[in-house]
Structures are given as structure tokens and as C-alpha cells.
């Protein structure tokens, strides 16, 4: 499986970005897809999660309302979709394929496919 995560960049706060992640390898309709982001000397966090069939989301509690996440089981593609950005958001942002088929969830040891990751600096 590979995984590239494209989209991120400089922006204002209050502005928005969409993050897209190419995926190829392993039936991607079969598995959860997440997205996760690192901050600069923080630890990795869980951002948000969408099913295989993209009918359930979940997300970070201090997220919700600002980002969306979505899928194209077709296009093999996921998206993040970042509004009202704050300088704290500033990270670089990862999208993951769960283990399991079956696993719904923010722990991301139970990920086992990363993309590169794809930066995103928000100034205020």
C-alpha cells in the first residue's frame, strides 16, 4: 500500500486548505482511512476517521465543526478538508489506512500504512 498525502501549505488564519491523499496497493474501499497530525515538538494526534464506506466520520473533539474528512472509493482518493484555520493547527498533516478492515477508531497503532505527510503552516 502507498499512501500520498498532497495539499498542504502557507496559509492565513481564518483561511481554509484541502488535503488529498492518493492511495494504491490494498482494496482501498475495505478499510478505515485516517488523519492524523504532528505539530512541531508534539506527539502525533488523531484528527479524524471516515469508514471504508465513508458513511461514518468521526473526529478530534477540538476539531469538529472546522474539519471534514471524505473519501472517493473510485478515485482511491481521501480528503481533509481544513476551515477557519487557527496557527495552532499548524502541523504536518498524515493520512493512515487502518490494520483491520473493521477498525473504526483515533488509535494510530492500529494503522499500519502512512503517507509522507503533507505540511501545513497557518500564520496569524
Known amino acids: 500500500v502507498q499512501l500520498q498525502a498532497s495539499g498542504g501549505g502557507l496559509v492565513q488564519a481564518g483561511g481554509s486548505l484541502r488535503l488529498s491523499c492518493a492511495a494504491s496497493?490494498?482494496?482501498?474501499?475495505?478499510?478505515?482511512m485516517g488523519w492524523f497530525r504532528q505539530a512541531p515538538g508534539k506527539e502525533r494526534e488523531f484528527v479524524a476517521v471516515?469508514?471504508?464506506?465513508?458513511?461514518?466520520?468521526y473526529y478530534a473533539d477540538s476539531l469538529k465543526g472546522r474539519f471534514t474528512i471524505s473519501r472517493d472509493n473510485a478515485k482511491l482518493m481521501v480528503y481533509l478538508q481544513l476551515n477557519s484555520l487557527k496557527p495552532e493547527d499548524t502541523a504536518v498533516y498524515y493520512c493512515?489506512?487502518?490494520?483491520?478492515?473493521?477498525?473504526?477508531?483515533?488509535?494510530?497503532?492500529?494503522?499500519?500504512?502512512w503517507g509522507q505527510g503533507t505540511e501545513v503552516t497557518v500564520s496569524s
Open positions: 496497493g490494498r482494496t482501498f474501499s475495505s478499510y478505515t
Open positions: 493512515a489506512q487502518a490494520t483491520i478492515a473493521g477498525y473504526v477508531g483515533p488509535d494510530l497503532r492500529l494503522y499500519d500504512y
Open positions: 471516515i469508514t471504508s464506506s465513508g458513511s461514518i466520520t
